[in-house]
């Protein structure tokens, strides 16, 4: 089993960059794959962006396409989500999970571990 926990989150005006971080803990994270999920109140949980274990194949939403980027160091059992071009909308509790198989998918089915969660918040 492994534990997840993230990091990076905080208050930024439009437009900035954020790096959020998600360490692991207990198991190694390079046989999962991995990926980053983000929730409003009221609001489904919904899919942001995923990467195999082995970084050759990543997957994003839509709506992050060319702002966001998830990368992974295996060696430091660490997942990475860096935001640029952050927009209001983006606002949200950003989950990071790690996968039962080794597919980046958007489903949260796929995912079996998961983290507590990092605040983000952007101002207009």
């Known amino acids: 089993q492994v534990q997840l926990v993230e990091s990076g989150g905080g208050l930024v005006q439009a437009g900035a960059s954020l790096r959020l971080s998600c360490a692991g803990s207990g198991r190694s994270i390079s046989i999962y794959s991995m990926g980053w999920f983000r929730q409003v109140p009221g609001k489904e949980r919904e899919f942001v962006a995923a990467i195999t274990w082995s970084a050759d194949s990543t997957n994003y939403a839509d709506s992050v396409k060319g702002r966001f980027t998830i990368s992974r160091d295996n060696a430091k059992n660490t997942m990475y989500l860096q935001m640029n071009s952050l927009k209001p909308e983006d606002t949200a509790v950003y989950y990071c999970?790690?996968?039962?198989?080794?597919?980046?998918?958007?489903?949260?089915?796929?995912?079996?571990?998961w983290g507590q969660g990092t605040q983000v918040t952007v101002s207009s």
């Open positions: 999970a790690a996968g039962r198989t080794n597919v980046p998918g958007t489903e949260k089915e796929r995912y079996a571990y």
